[in-house]
């Protein structure tokens, strides 16, 4: 609001000065027409939207414009020689302070209304309030001192304030208790305003976060795609975005989130700061590996299944023949020797340790390239890119003799090659050459094939 400001007794304005502007009221300083002979035109008086009233030092007025007459419901004739705060249905509390007010003014010029714009409640005829704002000016001095008041009508501007306030509070309610994490972030990155869920999601109390970018907390493989989706959404190439990424915890551990981003914009359009809608999705992420887990490995050994061996195996031999391949592979099919026995003397519990003591033998020897797999109830097979012949069979070799020192039992491999000239059927090349080994007794190694 405006500040007014107060005049001395004695003091002289023009007519025009300080006339009010719309945001609110400021200080008008007129003329007493019965005792001065400054007083502002009665044209210009009487087209003021604000009331305009006009009082002697004892608070009496002698002067009330036809936007008064409007606000307050009280007629110019009615309102002559009356005390104004008995027009506008102020408290007998608030009347005496006014008087006293006035009365120290008249005594010694200070006042802490005159000079000043005030807000206050005040009544019409009928009893009805408004909210209003207040100047007033004071011309003259001793008995020449006269009070002049400018009142503005407050209530739209009243009623858009309670309507704002309602709207925020309806906001921080509704942002607070989202069921999703919320936060405004900068454009800059930085973290704005976070709401609770989005707090206990990441671990962080909010003033840390405020404190933080979100580029502090992402993950560094899913940086830049979010940079490059926030940078076409600022410069309005899409209207907003959706991914799937990855936060770090306060604790450190990682969490997936399903990040969905808007912009808010002002009236010309320019970006103001991003809207984040954060979703924690790490009980489904996790769900989702165990599926394909379950789906692409055996339960027992944890090793790849069947299913999962043949796809990696007609992956490498089309692109073999895409890229013609020189390097030569090898496929390894591999036979429990004794499983029955171990089964029969021990019990189905130390059968399935003794598959798993051999899936975790071979598995350590095997190379991270290597594919490796359980496609039966006793019975592995493996692929081994660039691998040469010599290098397949002195590895066939090893595993055997492995197996046989460090397990209850032993096994049985069958080699196949996979070369340029010879692409097909290699797993079933490699299921011959194990039962070419087997029929030489456990332990053994046959091919390649």
Known sequence: ??????????????????????????????????????????????????????????????????????????????????????????????????LRDMGQYVESGQSPVVGKVTEHLMSRKNGTELPVEVAVSAIGSGAQLTFHVFIRDMTDLSEMRAARRGADAMFKVAFDSAPTGVAIVGLDGSFLRVNRELCRITGYHERELTQMTFQDITYPADLNKDLQEATRLMHGEIASYHME????????????????????????????????????????????????????????????????????????????????YRDDAAVFMIDLDGLKRVNDQRGHMAGDEYIKAVAQVISRRLRLSDTFARIGGDEFAALLPHTSTAQARQLAQTLADLVTTTSPGSISIGVAMLTSGNLDDALERADKAMYQAKQQGGGHTYGPI
Request: hydrophobic residues 35%; negative net charge.
């Open 245 to 324: 990424k990855r936060y770090y915890a306060k604790d450190g551990h990682l969490i997936w989130v399903n990040l969905s981003g808007s912009m808010m914009r002002d009236d010309d359009g320019q970006p103001l700061y991003f809207i984040a809608h954060i979703k924690d999705i790490s009980a489904r992420k996790r769900d989702e590996e165990l599926l394909r887990t379950a789906a692409t490995h055996d339960t027992l050994t944890g090793v790849l299944n069947r299913k999962r061996f043949e796809e990696e195996l007609t992956r490498y031999i089309a692109l073999a023949r895409r890229h013609e």
């Open 1 to 98: 609001m405006g500040v007014v400001a107060g005049r001395q007794p004695g003091s002289r304005t023009s007519p025009a000065e300080d006339h009010c502007r719309p945001e609110g009221l400021s200080a008008v300083q007129t003329k007493d027409s019965a005792v001065q002979q400054h007083q502002p035109s009665r044209q210009v008086l009487e087209s003021a939207v604000d009331a305009y009233v006009a009082m002697d030092s004892g608070g009496r007025v002698y002067d009330w414009n036809q936007a008064a007459e409007a606000m307050f419901g009280w007629s110019r004739d009615e309102s002559i020689g009356q005390l104004l705060t008995e027009l506008v249905g102020v408290s007998a509390e608030q009347r005496e302070w006014v």
